[in-house]
């Protein structure tokens, strides 16, 4: 098998991939592997924007609370003092990079100021457009695009490299002294999902082969409200929308959030997400709706052109029509275990953005943190790799991986999504997560059992959905308090301090 060598490897080209490339670019070579396109990525997709405490009226030391807050006390407050403190720091490098931002900052739900750095409702795709072109040009960083990794290396018990599938070109491994895990998400584990399709827990199925610590997969954020619309599934209708006054109603017209919580549409997302599910289930309907018609028809199309022009595609018109919303699987909170410096639990391996744990979510993320805890922890990671000894650049050897045959791992992998959407969604209960473990456990046992077959990326990364669904399930049974985005209709809710009102919004 070719073998090739660099400093440092990354996987993944989303945000926290490509922030770390850019850092670690000043000290060596760097190769950065992503299995489709540079920008197939949930960076890409983003729409509201980044928190950083950069108005006027702001501090770290609000945004600090904020987070904590809804983190719902499981937060690791070192983690997020790091976080809030670095983010407007990590806003003026992006700048600096060529990013443009809005003149305004954005609210939303759960922040007690206007602290969201945007570019109208593509902040994402604006964010990923100047550190790709960043990358594209820095002479020490090699891009291999439809390269899957299929596998860490280890030598000595350190990440020396990876395997991966390049295209026609087959399996080849690479070395180096530190291996960045920034693998994005793992929302195909549901039905219902606004990821895109390479949001497949590939960076969980890596690092638990090779014993990484992975925790909190327990706490999966809901998106309460995405488009339910057949043509266009799993489009979001971001939070701005009703940070900037849309309202929720259900069938009947009713603004319903009053029967929930007194602050409103902007209450944190995992109590707008139950308070939809549950105005679904007891009025026996199929959505709620996002209602803007009150809201001037200029600032809708100027300031969320993206989804003005989306839902104009299906015939709805924002002034005029209301928004048919259910909250759908968006973005999780546990992971890959790091500390401050991103390092995970194996030596040599690194991991940042969606798919670690550092810490600063807690039970539940604040919204537009994820974007901001990529590019921080990214930066310090690439930090710390740098300062670690220089280690003899040796291929570690590839084993080989189990593909099976692409129409099972169909079969396995909807029949997963359906179990994971029926029993381990905003909702959960004993007996739901207890049939969820059974069946999760016998697809596993399924997929295991099946002979191997040439690789198909779609089968690789069945077995990674496959893994990524045991830990949410798993740590689903093992939480025994009801806390942030984890909600078992048979437990107590956790009442500790941290259920203090949040601070009043602004005006
Ligand atoms: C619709 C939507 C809207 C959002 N809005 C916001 C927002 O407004 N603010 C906010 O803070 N957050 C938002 N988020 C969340 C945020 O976008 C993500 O958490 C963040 O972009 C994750 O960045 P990342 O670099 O960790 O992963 P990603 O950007 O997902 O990148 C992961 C990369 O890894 C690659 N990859 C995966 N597996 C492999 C493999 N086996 N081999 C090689 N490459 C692989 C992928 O192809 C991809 O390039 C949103 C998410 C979505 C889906």
Not at 50 to 71: K, M, N, Q
Not at 87 to 114: C, K, Q, T, V, Y
Request: hydrophobic share 40%; charged share 20%; aromatic share 6%.
């Amino acid at each position: 098998m070719r073998s090739e060598s660099f400093d440092y490897l990354v996987i993944g080209s989303g945000l926290a991939g490509l922030t770390f490339a850019l850092h670690a670019a000043n000290h060596g070579r760097v190769a950065v592997l992503t299995k489709a396109t540079v920008t197939d990525s949930n960076t890409s997709w983003a729409q509201g924007g980044i928190a950083a405490a950069v108005g006027e009226s702001d501090s770290w030391e609000l945004h600090e609370r904020d987070t904590l807050v809804a983190g719902a006390g499981l937060c690791d407050p070192a983690a997020v003092r790091f976080l809030v403190q670095q983010a407007p720091e990590a806003i003026a490098w992006l700048r600096n990079l060529g990013a443009r931002f809005d003149l305004e900052l954005g609210r939303e739900g759960g922040h007690s100021r206007h602290r969201i750095v945007r570019h109208a409702d593509k902040t994402g795709w604006e964010i990923e457009r100047a550190v790709a072109a960043a990358v594209r040009s820095n002479p020490a960083i090699t891009v291999y695009e439809n390269a899957f990794v299929t596998e860490l290396l280890l030598s000595d018990g350190r990440c020396s490299g990876v395997a991966a599938v390049l295209g026609d070109m087959g399996m080849r491994s690479f070395s180096a002294r530190a291996v960045m895990l920034a693998t994005g998400g793992c929302g195909k584990v549901y039905a219902k999902t606004t990821n895109p399709r390479v949001a497949t827990a590939d960076g969980i199925g890596l690092a638990d082969k090779v014993g990484a610590e992975i925790t909190d997969m327990e706490f999966m954020q809901f998106h309460p409200t995405v488009l339910e619309h057949p043509q266009m599934p799993g489009f979001l209708v971001t939070e701005a929308v009703r940070g900037a006054g849309g309202t929720l109603r259900n069938h009947r017209g009713d603004r319903f959030m009053y029967d929930y919580d007194e602050r409103l549409e902007l209450a944190p997302r995992d109590i707008v997400a139950r308070a939809i599910e549950s105005e679904i289930q007891r009025r026996d309907t199929w959505c709620v709706y996002l209602d803007a018609t009150h809201l001037p028809a200029e600032d809708l199309r100027e300031e969320f052109p993206t989804i003005w022009e989306r839902l104009r595609e299906l015939g709805i018109r924002m002034e005029r029509n209301w928004i048919p919303v259910v909250p759908a699987q968006h973005y999780s909170c546990g992971g890959v275990v790091t500390d401050l410096n991103g390092s995970t639990s194996v030596p040599g391996l690194y991991a940042a953005g969606e798919v670690s744990r550092t810490g600063v979510h807690g039970a539940n993320r604040l919204a537009s943190n994820s974007l901001l805890e990529a590019l921080v922890f990214a930066k310090s990671a690439a930090a710390h790799a740098e300062s670690t000894r220089e280690l003899t650049n040796e291929a570690p050897q590839a084993r080989s991986f189990h593909a099976i045959q692409e129409n099972e791992a169909i079969r396995i992998r909807h029949r997963l999504q359906a179990v994971m959407t029926k029993h381990v969604g905003v909702f959960r209960t004993n007996a739901g997560l207890a049939s969820a473990k059974e069946e999760v456990d016998h697809l596993i046992a399924d997929y295991a059992g099946q002979p191997s077959a040439p690789f198909s990326a779609y089968a690789i990364e069945c077995g990674n959905l496959l893994t990524a669904a045991k830990h949410v399930v798993e740590g689903a049974i093992r939480r025994k308090v009801n806390v942030g985005l984890h909600f078992n209709a048979d437990q107590e809710r956790a009442t500790p301090e941290w259920e203090t009102p949040l601070p009043s919004v602004e005006s």
